[in-house]
Structures are given as structure tokens and as C-alpha cells.
């Protein structure tokens, strides 16, 4: 057996210690340079890498909202950019779906209604959101009935930019000089009784857009998928009264072509217009030479004023789009967020999102008469949520059509019209 001296002893502790002690430094060393060198790549990765590039694309007519959508994100994001494509208004719907199917970089873009949107989802064009959505804290329900147009087959594929609502639109100054009262409450008949009044000196009594011809019956809560068409009857016996009996109104001739409505109501020449409450942003770009007020749009007799239809157009995501979680972020931030209600507020748009404070910069922005008529506005949608909606719309407008210039009957008209339905639902 061998024994160590206590100064051996002690002398081999030191000696270990010392060694312990040099271990532990160099490995304190080697860690901190190496999270100093991590530091140094990620530093460099982030100021070298590139950014995730969102490609949206929007239309013309929102041009501004969507430039101020995209700077206030842009400026939010360190590691994501937003670029932004505008596409005419006339030209936008037929072009986002040649690029769609065509396989255009579109990571997320603007849809103008839910009959569009439901054909794209069942056509697979479109991701379908709610596992985004339910990750994200985002309550559907807070858009009310009118998002429910872009759910289909269970499912939800967009969130709601902002809301409209059809209203009649006046020219102040020829009504003055007439010494008429202004139209805050009139009927469709009285609507047509005015406008024939009115309508001589060379100016028009009314311009009511051909966009849709079922407006009055939908606002009333009847639609194209009803067995009994009766309102909707009644509606196209007063376009044909307005446009070709007492041509009160611009005919459908008249407003056939590049036909501008806003340019053409600006020129001075025409009492009423019906259109929609996206005029307040709209309209002082035709640069109008006189004071022009809103009005609640005409109603059937036995509904409340202010019974009128809207719709709310969205953002959705290209299901080919290889960014779709930072997409959703995106229109996240420009349809559920009180920054993006903001922006729609402060360029004269209703939000779809719920936020007072937007509300309230609304009202402030827009100081045309006649704002208060959008916020009490009774609104049904302006469509059915059928997947099949837009191919009835369609049928149905070609057969209106038919019998407004003359070429069959209303009745004939409606037939032909129940037969095509007939054969879109069934097929």
C-alpha cells in the first residue's frame, strides 16, 4: 500500500484545480465565441438574406386604399415586403383569372363579390382559411351576414375588406333651380313619377345603372333562386317604364360601351343617379361642377326608407401561393385590424371590420350630405349565396335584356329565364 503526504495531496489538488480552472475558461471561451460568431452570421443572414416578397394585386379603383394598405404593413415588417399590382377595374376579373389559371406569382389578391369567390374555391383557385383563421383569434362572425357569401362547402376562403350599400345620388343645384324638394324618401314609382317630370330642357330625370336589374326586388329580400318572382317582375316593369316609356332615364343603349356613369353624371345634365355609397371616394375624381348630395335609394311601398342592398368584396389567397401564412398576415392586418379599418375609414370606405374609432374617422373624412344615410341603412345582400349565383345573375340579365329592347315579352322574358335557372341548378 502506498501512502501520499499531505503536501502531495495538496499539491495534486492544486495542480487539478488549476487544470479544472483552465478547462472551464477555455470552454467559456469557446462558448462565447461561438455565440458571438452565431450572433455575427444571423446579423448577416438578416442584413444579407433576402425579404419574403407577398405578390397582391388589387384593382383600380382602390388604388389609393391599397397603396396605404401596403405602406403601413410594409413599415410594420422587418422581414416581409408587400408588392403591390393594380389591374384596370374593367379589365380585373377576367384578368385575375387568366393569371390565376395560367399560374401568375399571385400570393394574394382582391375579390369583387362571393359568387366569384365561391366559383374559384370549387374551381380549387383559392385556400381555403380556417385553420389560419382559428390560429389567429380571428372571429368570422364579427362581419356579419355578408361574410357568410365567402364561405362555401364549409369552409371559409376570405376576409372582408369593406362594405357598400346602394344609394340615390342628387344634383343639389339643379333641384334648387327647379324648385323641387329633394329626394329623401320615394318609392319606385315615385322615383320614375319625378323623373319624367323633370326630365325636359335637354336634361335627364335619372341615370339608374344596368349592373344589376333585380335591385329593388333584392332590396326588398327577394331572389333570383325564389320560386315566385313577383317583386322582381315588378322591378323590370319599372326599368322598362324609366328607360323606354317615359325615357326619363339613359337607356341601355345609352350606357352600353366604355360607358363612364360617374363622368356622365358629372357633366350637369342629370337630376338622380343610383349608385353606390363607393361615390363618396369615386365621384370627386370626376371633378363635378356642383353641389351633389346622397339620398336613401327608392323603395317598394310597404318597405321602411332606406331599405337598400350592399355586398363586401375581400382578399383571398392564391392556393398555389408558396407565402400563404405571411399572405394571411397580411390581409389579416389590411380586413381584421383597427390599423387596417382605419385606412378604409380615411379613404372614405366602410370597413368591414367593427371599429369605432374608424367609424368616427369616417365621418370626418366624408362631408358629403348624406353620410348618415349609410350607417342607418336597413341592408340586405345585394346576392344569394348559392355557388351557382353569378350563372343565374348572368342568365337572368341576358333575358331582362331581351324584353327591354324589344325583342319578347316580360313574360316570355321570365320564362326563358325559370327554364335557363332550371337547367344551371340542375345540371
Known amino acids: ?32 465565441l461561438t455565440l458571438g460568431a452565431a450572433m455575427m452570421m444571423g446579423m448577416a443572414v438578416h442584413a444579407d438574406g433576402e425579404k419574403t416578397v407577398i405578390n397582391f394585386y388589387e384593382h383600380s379603383d382602390s388604388e389609393k386604399i391599397a397603396t396605404d394598405l401596403v405602406e403601413a404593413y410594409n413599415a410594420s415588417q422587418d422581414d416581409v415586403e408587400v408588392k403591390l399590382s393594380i389591374i384596370a377595374n374593367d379589365d380585373y376579373d377576367d384578368k385575375i383569372k387568366v393569371m390565376l389559371s395560367g399560374g401568375a406569382d399571385i400570393d394574394c389578391f382582391w375579390v369583387r363579390g362571393g ?57 343639389k343645384d339643379l333641384f334648387d333651380a327647379a324648385g323641387e324638394e329633394y329626394p329623401l324618401d320615394l318609392t319606385w314609382d315615385e322615383y320614375a313619377d319625378l323623373c319624367a317630370k323633370l326630365n325636359k330642357d335637354d336634361l335627364h330625370g335619372g ?26 317582375k315588378e322591378y323590370v316593369e319599372f326599368l322598362n317604364r324609366i328607360y323606354n316609356e317615359d325615357n326619363s332615364n339613359l337607356s341601355l343603349e345609352e350606357m352600353s360601351g366604355s360607358f363612364d356613369v360617374n363622368s356622365v353624371f358629372a357633366e350637369g345634365e342629370t337630376y338622380m343617379m343610383l349608385n353606390g355609397d363607393w361615390n363618396f371616394l369615386l365621384f370627386p375624381d370626376a371633378d363635378p361642377d356642383f353641389e351633389w348630395c346622397a339620398a336613401p335609394l327608392p323603395h317598394f311601398e310597404d318597405l321602411e326608407v332606406n331599405s337598400t342592398v350592399g355586398s363586401t368584396s375581400a382578399f383571398c389567397i392564391n392556393s398555389s401561393s408558396k407565402n400563404a401564412q ?23 370606405q366602410v370597413p368591414a371590420y367593427p371599429c369605432d374609432e374608424a367609424l ?57 329565364y325559370k327554364v335557363r335557372r332550371d337547367e344551371i341548378i340542375n345540371k
Open 1 to 32: 500500500m502506498i501512502f501520499i503526504s499531505d503536501r502531495n495531496r495538496r499539491e495534486r489538488r492544486t495542480s487539478v484545480s488549476r487544470e479544472n480552472r483552465e478547462v472551464r475558461f477555455m470552454k467559456k471561451r469557446f462558448l462565447v
Open 360 to 416: 368616427e374617422i369616417y365621418k370626418e373624412n366624408v362631408t358629403t350630405p348624406g353620410t348618415e344615410y349609410v350607417f342607418a341603412a336597413k341592408v340586405n345582400s345585394e346576392d344569394g349565396n348559392e355557388d351557382y349565383y353569378n350563372e343565374l345573375k348572368d342568365a337572368y340579365k341576358a333575358e331582362i335584356t331581351e324584353y327591354l329592347i324589344g325583342n319578347c315579352t316580360i313574360d316570355e322574358a321570365f320564362d326563358n
Open 326 to 348: 405571411a399572405a394571411f398576415d397580411f390581409i389579416k392586418f389590411c380586413c381584421y385590424s383597427d390599423e387596417g379599418a382605419k385606412i378604409y375609414a380615411k379613404n372614405a
Open 207 to 232: 341615370l339608374c345603372v344596368n349592373w344589376i336589374m333585380n335591385t329593388g326586388s333584392a332590396a326588398a329580400g327577394e331572389y333570383l333562386t325564389d320560386e315566385n318572382l313577383t317583386r322582381t
Open 115 to 171: 359568387d366569384q369567390l365561391r366559383q374559384m374555391a370549387n374551381g380549387g383557385a383559392v385556400l381555403a382559411l380556417d385553420d389560419m383563421i382559428d390560429a389567429a383569434g380571428v372571429n368570422f362572425s364579427d362581419y356579419g351576414q355578408m361574410g357568410e357569401a365567402y364561405q362555401t362547402g364549409g369552409k371559409t376562403y376570405g376576409l372582408c375588406t369593406s362594405k357598400s350599400c346602394w344609394l340615390l345620388w342628387y344634383n
